[in-house]
């Protein structure tokens, strides 16, 4: 799985869950920019994997 290259570090534990409306959200961990903590991000994305804003 490709992370948004703004974080410092991969990604980790991505996690994927497919939605009623055909769209699916994608889940992870990642260090904070200050890499003092993990902190847990996400994204949805329609059925043609276009982001959802």
Do not use: H, K
């Not at 996690?15 to 890499?35: K, N, P």
């Amino acid at each position: 799985m490709l992370f948004p290259s703004y974080y410092l570090c991969d990604g980790y534990s991505p996690e994927s869950v497919a939605m009623a409306d055909v769209g699916y959200v994608v889940a992870w961990s990642a260090w904070t920019q200050e890499a003092v903590s993990a902190a847990v991000y996400g994204q949805r994305f329609n059925a043609s994997a276009n982001i959802i804003a």
